[in-house]
């Protein structure tokens, strides 16, 4: 009797003054909630532009002592969930975040689809959701049904715009002539872009020499890539996707593709890419592009690969990393860490980036963007964008060597 | 001619991805669903030895294979065998297995996320041209072609002239009655399921010459290995090979004349119609 009653007195006790200590000891936090894919098909894509740019931004907030709420200092702890590419399991994974682990703010998962299967969860518990990897020509439809839904990457028919725009030049110039191959994976990032690009370029006078899709994960491209080299194009554009854009542009040195113009989607802006093809990447197009000359995107990368072990890719790390200085910048703003008033907070101010300015405009869509990028020497530098400081003169594709 | 060859170095290392579960399913009796994993992990580490110290992928496999080796028959022994001695039946086996290695493949997922990340294994090695019969291919494919052919070719006559062949063979058609003449069952069952993973691993460091790997893009082998052994026949290393050629020449042919959009759909349509009329597989035993 006597041993359970210490045990009992010491337990009270413990507890008591754990009571009375946690005050002074606490820390102000802020929960931030992570849901990405660590496993399937676009593992490869977010270990490359999602995790990194979230460590590397947490790891800064603390080391500088915090996010700035209203004079009180919050350091930030990040709750990381594992999607595996499956949008059922981002929707289980943001709703646990809300209702379970209390999270302060939740993070935009990654990719267009898993954005937007998100999205209404996000809507429901009331989370701003600023994408940074989602890409849709839906933008008003989509801000209209969910308004704190944000978008910094960019709308579909600009990306494939821009592209048709500098085909355009060069060949006015005389400098290409006007046959197209173009290729798809059959994905639907891939048979949208596709779609949207067809009647662009025929609208535009060019003709389509070869066109086809491929499912998603071909182990061999060879057959599309002997196909479309038959058909003599002078420009040859895929809307594909990593495993693809490593692939095709392997098949184009085999087979030597002559093009003015060799154009691959995502990937291209990786500097993986760059350290797989080498010279040979010099004068390949791409989505995205960065202004590769800015101080603030140099200060960036350089951050980035130091923390993470490497670079960035030259498309959308920039705008995840851009994304969560909104998010910081607003909360800072806002002065609290309501989330309607900081999603308001979003809405009528603009930012500084380390993509530049970003200013959301009435469809919470942010206008100015990178559409097209292109390996020159050891960057890929934008050579279009929709109102973007420092693109350069696109240059074309000349041999494989 | 052009897609007669395309199709057959496709259908090389389609043979590279599927000898191994043939291996481990048609006679460790152990369908294994990690052995896609096991393909990534050979990948990982000729990207590693090519990245790190510019080791070729081609003097990597003689590290991967004995290291693989190793490991299968490390978790053959702690992890399956104590299945095969509970199981009652050959089906009941299969369940166990099932489960068991469908876990194992998460776990690998998950040691491989965590020691390597989730990034491309991403490099080029051999993507020259060469010129055969007027028509240019990759010279990285047509070495592991090469490579595909001389180790089924060793697979197969090892299984056929040598000893432990023979006897690995008996248990593949009556794993009950090898028992009766003196055959060591669990241990060959053993070395059939590290040679598997052995091989599995050795495709998988070929392969990284012009695949694009991940940590967690195992399961589309594993799958493509499934469908391979199944149409094949299990057990049986002919199958397999006939199999792996087929989907491989059959696949180049509907992208170089038809469209590359209906390959996969062509494949599986291939899958169903050899079922349809052979359920036991090209080279399978009916009752099997």
Known sequence: ?401 | MDILITGLFLGGAYALIAMGLNLQYGIARIMNLANGEMLVFGGFAAFWMYTAAQVSPLLTVFLVAPAAFAMNWVIYSVMLRPLVRRARSRGQLEVDAILATFGLSFVSVGIMLALFGGDYFNYSYLARPITLAGDTYALNRATAFVAAVLICAAVYLWLNLSRPGLSIRAIAVAPDSARLVGIDVPRLAALAFALGGAITATGGALLSMFFTLDASTGVIFTLKALVIVIMGGVGDVRGTIVAALALGILETFVAAVIDPGLTLAAAYLLFIVILLFRPQGLFGRRGA
């Open chain 1, 1 to 401: 009797m006597e041993r359970r009653t210490i045990l009992k007195t010491t337990a009270a006790l413990a507890m008591a003054m754990g009571l009375m200590a946690a005050p002074a000891l606490a820390q102000e936090t802020l929960k931030i909630g992570a849901v990405g894919p660590k496993t399937g098909p676009l593992a490869g894509g977010a270990a490359v532009t999602h995790w990194p740019n979230i460590a590397l931004w947490s790891k800064e907030v603390n080391e500088r002592g915090g996010i700035d709420v209203g004079g009180t200092k919050y350091m930030v702890e990040v709750i990381e969930y594992d999607d595996q590419t499956n949008p059922a399991e981002t929707i289980a994974a943001v709703t646990r975040l809300a209702t379970q682990d209390g999270a302060d703010f939740i993070l935009a998962p990654y990719s267009t689809g898993l954005n937007l299967a998100a999205a209404p969860i996000f809507d429901r518990f009331g989370y701003p959701q600023i994408t940074s990897t989602a890409s849709t020509d839906r933008v008003a439809e989509l801000s209209g049904q969910f308004p704190n839904l944000f978008f910094l990457l960019g709308q579909n028919s600009q990306i494939v715009g821009n592209a048709v725009d500098i085909l355009s030049k060069l060949r006015d110039a005389g400098e290409m002539g006007n046959k197209i191959a173009m290729v798809n994976v059959a994905d639907a990032f891939g048979i949208e872009l596709a779609a949207t690009a067809k009647p662009i370029f025929e609208g535009a006078g060019f003709e389509l020499v070869y066109e086809t899709s491929y499912p998603l994960g071909t182990p061999d491209l060879s057959p599309v890539m002997k196909a479309a080299k038959a058909a003599e194009p002078d420009a040859f554009i895929a809307w594909s996707y990593p495993p693809d854009t490593f692939g095709l542009t392997e098949q184009a040195i085999i087979e030597d593709l002559n093009v003015k113009v060799f154009y691959t989607a995502v990937a291209t802006a990786f500097p993986a890419f760059k350290g797989r093809f080498g010279a040979a990447a010099e004068g390949i197009m791409g989505i995205g592009g960065v202004n590769a000359e800015s101080a603030s995107f140099q200060d960036y990368a350089a951050r980035h690969t130091a923390a993470t072990g490497a670079a960035p890719d030259y498309w959308a790390s920039g705008m995840m990393y851009a994304s969560l200085q909104i998010l910081e910048q607003a909360i800072t703003g806002a002065g609290t860490i309501d989330r309607a008033a900081v999603a308001q907070y979003i809405k009528d101010n603009s930012f500084d980036t380390v993509m530049g300015p970003v200013d959301f405009d009435e469809n919470n869509n942010n206008p100015a963007y990178w559409t097209v990028g292109q390996w020159q020497g050891d960057a890929f530098r934008g050579v279009a964008s929709t109102g973007r400081e420092g693109a350069v003169a696109p240059m074309l594709k000349a041999g494989w060597k």
